[in-house]
């Protein structure tokens, strides 16, 4: 790779560290759970045979890494896939400039791959370690729960860790491929004009997709909802993955769903905050890729948390009716569910905070053109919170339609009815979470975004 693209790689990472270091970030939470969930199955592949056959309580080492991981590892490499998108259209205009000065497609796509590439490996050897150090606390807890063999020891292979730094980079160089083709398929011009702009429509492609994309996810959920009462564990998988799919629907139909929630509450908002709210409304329905990604980690992290929560509540009413015990009300599974939560809230938290923190910072130039034209800093920041709010808002509410779409075709297969158990506390601590991520990262970082001289900032260009 030449020397000018490795330049301007490294050029591009130093303008917008915050957005690299989130997709950083969500790299080194990918290889981690890879390498966590693959040094699990190595554990056991090549353990010795009478320690491999040892009876265990629950379903063994491999088929804990295959279930969970499966989910675990999906959500990671969505939240991958969320973060580079986002980090890719923080440098359209940037990138369409280079078009205007002779670079080739070529070149371009050359100086995104570069970036990727040395994210990737930057976030390589602490990622991997953080999962062989999850690998191995893991299945501690499991051997002190009798669920795993007493003789059994993470591996000293690197397998696990490779395979992990194999799927980054797939999954990166892929998605690098179909979000660059943005900037590089349309003229030189077009491209800086959707730069500056905002592109305000949502290509066909994608709508497609969404629209396939929410078609599975609808097939999941009938899938789950038509499986025999007998099989609770079935319908629990199907209707979880079936949120995850969903969820990708909204990732993908985000600019759609969003402007059209943001709009609705638009309304109230500026009847209630005159000008703040009026400004907000306006900067949140006329950029709706930005607001997309914005409440996408917001919708991810309260879909699936309150999927999971209301499917275990469902399935513990179900069995105690039924007096069958199961995988789902199991103490045992109960603790594996509870630490899969747990993980999966962790992915959903770091993009939640990773993408607003760089969507609030790269606005810092728009934040001192208005200063420039009178605005102060206390509007400004006034303007922010009533974002901030309704960021929080439109992301609950499209999270919440996913688990209540999840949770009622579950609640359809073990109970009879589509309305499931909702645990309202926990739920309620779901939504209190969100709010307490979302609003404070967008503020806390408008406080940094607005402050300096508005002048320099507007010269510096970090927009």
Request: net charge positive.
């Amino acid at each position: 790779m030449s020397r000018p693209v490795l330049a301007l790689s490294a050029g591009q990472i130093r303008r917008r560290p915050a957005a690299f270091a989130g997709l950083a970030a969500a790299l080194l939470l990918a290889m981690a759970a890879v390498t966590l969930f693959g040094s699990l199955v190595a554990a056991q592949v090549t353990a010795p045979r009478t320690v491999a056959r040892a009876p265990v309580a629950g379903p063994g080492v491999l088929v804990i890494a295959a279930a969970f991981g499966e989910i675990a590892v999906l959500v990671a490499l969505f939240t991958v896939v969320n973060a580079l998108g986002f980090t890719l259209r923080q440098q359209h205009r940037d990138l369409a400039l280079l078009r205007t000065v002779a670079a080739t497609p070529r070149q371009v796509r050359r100086v995104v791959r570069a970036q990727v590439v040395a994210t990737v490996l930057l976030a390589a050897v602490p990622g991997c370690a953080v999962g062989l150090l999850a690998a191995r606390a893991f299945l501690a807890a499991l051997q002190r729960r009798g669920m795993a063999a007493s003789g059994l020891r993470i591996p000293g292979t690197p397998v696990p860790m490779l395979i992990a730094l194999g799927v980054a980079l797939l999954v990166g160089l892929a998605a690098t491929a179909a979000a660059g083709r943005r900037v590089t398929r349309p003229a030189p011009a077009v491209a800086l004009t959707e730069g500056t702009g905002g592109a305000r429509r949502t290509g066909v492609l994608r709508l497609l997709a969404g629209a396939a994309v929410l078609a599975g996810g609808v097939l999941l959920l009938r899938l789950a909802a038509t499986r025999p009462a007998g099989e609770l564990d079935k319908a629990g998988q199907a209707a979880l993955l079936g949120s995850l799919v969903l969820l990708v629907a909204v990732a993908l139909l985000g600019p759609l769903a969003a402007r059209a929630l943001a709009t609705a509450l638009g309304l109230p908002v500026r009847a209630l905050v005159p000008r703040a709210g009026w400004l907000a409304d306006a900067n949140l329905r006329g950029y709706a890729a930005r607001l997309s990604s914005a409440v996408v980690p917001v919708a991810l992290l309260v879909g699936l948390a309150g999927t999971m929560l209301i499917i275990t509540s469902t399935a513990e009413r179900a069995a105690r009716a039924s007096g069958a015990v199961t995988s789902v009300t199991k103490a045992s599974d109960v603790w594996l569910r509870q630490a899969e939560l747990g993980l999966l809230v962790c992915f959903a938290a770091v993009s939640t905070v990773n993408t607003l923190v760089a969507l609030t910072a790269d606005r810092r130039r728009e934040f001192a053109l208005l200063r420039l034209v009178g605005a102060t800093r206390r509007q400004l920041l006034r303007m922010l919170s009533v974002e901030a709010v309704l960021t929080t808002v439109v992301g609950v509410l499209l999270g919440a339609a996913v688990a209540v779409a999840a949770s009622g075709a579950f609640s359809w297969a073990v109970r009879g009815t589509a309305v499931p158990v909702v645990p309202g506390a926990g739920c309620a601590w779901v939504v209190l979470g969100a709010a307490a991520l979302t609003v404070p990262g967008i503020v806390g970082t408008g406080l940094w975004a607005t402050g300096g001289s508005a002048v320099e900032s507007v010269g510096v260009d970090r927009g």
